[in-house]
């Protein structure tokens, strides 16, 4: 199964970008990735899903057209444009993996954004 | 509007038990292609996945916690219930459930969550 890694922190300052990265293990090149925001104290909320090719399917409920996705190689991008003090939240990154009794969904460490 | 609510003890005992229920709205577990998963998450740590159940009562299981876990869906009264056997202090996090949905271009993420239940396991 695939392993997800997402560098720990972030920061950017209000109304600039910032683009967090999740990075998918060898081999594992052409799975999706789905995004979740958790602000503090709160349960994670789906932003969206990304491939290789870019978003797949829509966005979650409610998410900002500020909120976008890119999928290069081993990496699934999610840009934040007009950085938002709301923004701060650790984001995480998931995937589902196989099927039957080998299935798995497996979520990289988070990476908790400050909005400074 | 889709709502998912985790309902259970915040605190158990070593050796013990524990039982949570999901109990959700906006949409219905007996339609094609819907399912419910538990996910958990110890204190200041990343996020696990536990199990999932499916329409067609197809279940999926954490491989590392398979043998303690059970899933079970209430289809009439919306509700998805989550057992875990011997619990340990290890196993103090908060716990979700969440909806994943088959739209037409495939399968989802995780897209609806409910608050979270914290699970404390002490003596």
């Known amino acids: 199964q695939p392993v997800l890694t997402q560098p720990p922190s972030a920061s950017a300052s209000l109304g600039a970008s910032v683009t967090l990265t999740c990075t998918l293990s060898?081999?594992?090149?052409?799975?999706?990735v789905d995004w979740y925001q958790q602000r503090p104290g709160k349960g994670p909320r789906f932003v969206m899903r990304v491939g290789a090719g870019g978003i797949v399917g829509s966005k979650g409920d409610g998410i900002p057209d500020r909120f976008s996705v890119l999928g290069s190689g081993l990496n699934r991008f999610l840009t934040i444009k007009n950085i938002q003090e709301e923004d701060e939240s650790d984001y995480h990154c998931?995937?589902?993996?196989?099927?039957?009794?080998?299935?798995?969904?497996?979520f990289g460490g988070g990476t908790k954004l400050t909005v400074l | 509007q889709i709502t998912l609510k985790e309902s259970g003890p915040t605190l158990v005992k070593p050796t013990q038990t524990l039982t949570l229920t999901c109990t959700f709205s906006g949409f219905s577990l007996s339609t094609s292609g819907v399912g419910v998963g538990w996910i958990r998450q110890p204190p200041g740590k990343a996020l696990e996945w536990l199990a999932l159940?499916?329409?067609?009562?197809?279940?999926r299981y954490s491989a590392s916690l398979k043998s303690r876990l059970t899933i079970t869906k209430d289809t009439s009264k919306n509700r998805v219930v989550l057992t875990m056997t011997n619990m340990d202090p290890v196993d103090t996090a908060t716990y979700y459930c969440?909806?994943?949905?088959?739209?037409?271009?495939?399968?989802?993420?995780?897209?609806?969550w409910g608050q979270g239940n914290l699970v404390t396991v002490s003596s």
């Open positions: 969440a909806r994943r949905f088959r739209y037409s271009s495939g399968w989802g993420g995780l897209d609806y």
């Open positions: 159940t499916y329409w067609d009562d197809e279940k």
């Open positions: 998931g995937a589902d993996h196989g099927s039957g009794s080998n299935f798995a969904w497996v």
């Open positions: 060898s081999g594992y090149g052409d799975y999706k």
